[in-house]
């Protein structure tokens, strides 16, 4: 098992940028696929973007796609969201999350465990 912890949340205006990081402790964390999804007030939690265990493939969301991207650092046993251009509508708690086996996914199904988020706010 994994566990996660997310860092880097906080207030910023428009235009602005954030990077988000994530721990992970826990010896599978190099075999694991990673994603970062984002739940606003009264929707439900989308993914972001997601990378699969060895940075080959990734996945980035149509709404943030030329803004954010994510990477990893296996030795470090860190994920890393970098957001650039945001927006009031990127304003969400966002959650690193990883599953086993280390293939790319999108959905909130796929993913075996969470962190417990880090709330992002973009003002207008």
């Known amino acids: 098992q994994v566990q996660l912890v997310e860092s880097g949340g906080g207030l910023v205006q428009a235009g602005g940028s954030l990077r988000l990081s994530c721990a992970a402790s826990?010896?599978?964390?190099?075999?694991?696929?990673m994603g970062w999804f984002r739940q606003a007030p009264g929707k439900e939690r989308a993914v972001v973007a997601a990378?699969?265990?060895?940075?080959?493939?990734?996945y980035t969301a149509d709404s943030v796609k030329g803004r954010f991207t994510i990477s990893r650092d296996n030795a470090k046993n860190t994920v890393s969201l970098q957001m650039n251009g945001l927006k009031p509508d990127d304003t969400a708690v966002y959650y690193c999350?990883?599953?086993?086996?280390?293939?790319?996914?999108?959905?909130?199904?796929?993913?075996?465990?969470w962190g417990q988020g880090t709330q992002v706010t973009v003002s207008s």
């Open positions: 999350a990883g599953r086993d086996p280390g293939q790319v996914a999108a959905t909130v199904r796929d993913y075996d465990y």
């Open positions: 826990g010896r599978t964390f190099s075999r694991s696929a």
């Open positions: 990378i699969n265990w060895n940075s080959r493939y990734t």
